[in-house]
T-cell receptor, first 116, second 114 residues
């Protein structure tokens, strides 16, 4: 399978706990994105990496959120001290750089987080 | 600022009807890219089409067609002879040449009944 994969697919956690999600992008894609999607809304940009460098973070990304992409391969998104408002689908996507002939982002199946 | 507006929240049609999903965008970039994605109940966003701002040719792919009009900042999507399997949420998205990430509209939920 050469698509974007995310793990886990579902996560239920108690408020206040920390959670970590993983994303494995398409191997030749150097851009990796994290989005959050709540019910009835489109995906909202959280952060993106070009190779191992985190180049932009959205204002949605509070200080409880941290993302890493060591060695420019897989990425992790950690949420500390989860709150009920963090319940959402977390989507990962990867792409070639904008300006390339193929700029479309390919998405994983997402991790659905429920904070109880 | 960049923005994508999908004014239709939900559309219901009967199989074999044609349906058009509207998308209006705002950007100050002279070069940009527009996209449509499909999100079936399984949740994964499926890429449908990319259109460059300098290419206003309409495109047809099977039952799908796209009408890009820079004059009205619109990129509408038409499904001809809709099928039940077309039921999904459809998102229009935009990225500027210097942009870092796709900006999505809120999506249109299409329900096709048999």
């Amino acid at each position: 399978d050469t698509g974007v994969s995310q793990d886990p697919r579902h996560k239920i956690t108690k408020r206040g706990q920390n959670v970590t999600f993983r994303c494995d992008p398409i191997s030749e894609h150097n851009r990796l994105y994290w989005y959050r999607q709540t019910l009835g809304q489109g995906p909202e940009f959280l952060t993106y990496f070009q190779n191992e460098a985190q180049l932009e973070k959205s204002r949605l990304l509070s200080d409880r959120f941290s993302a890493e992409r060591p060695k420019g391969s897989f990425s992790t998104l950690e949420i500390q001290r989860t709150e009920q408002g963090d319940s959402a689908m977390y989507l990962c996507a990867s792409s070639l750089p904008t300006g390339s002939m193929n700029t479309e982002a390919f998405f994983g199946q997402g991790t659905r987080l429920t904070v109880v | 600022a960049q923005k994508v507006t999908q004014a239709q929240t939900e559309i219901s049609v009967v199989e074999k009807e044609d349906v058009t999903l509207d998308c209006v965008y705002e950007t100050r970039d002279t070069t940009y890219y527009l996209f449509w994605y499909k999100q079936p109940p399984s949740g994964e966003l499926v890429f449908l089409i990319r259109r460059n701002s300098f290419d206003e040719q309409n495109e047809i792919s099977g039952r799908y067609s796209w009408n890009f009009q820079k004059s009205t900042s619109s990129f509408n999507f038409t499904i001809t002879a809709s099928q039940v399997v077309d039921s999904a949420v459809y998102f229009c998205a935009l990225i500027g040449q210097a942009g870092t990430a796709l900006i999505f509209g809120k999506g249109t939920t299409l329900s096709v009944s048999s």
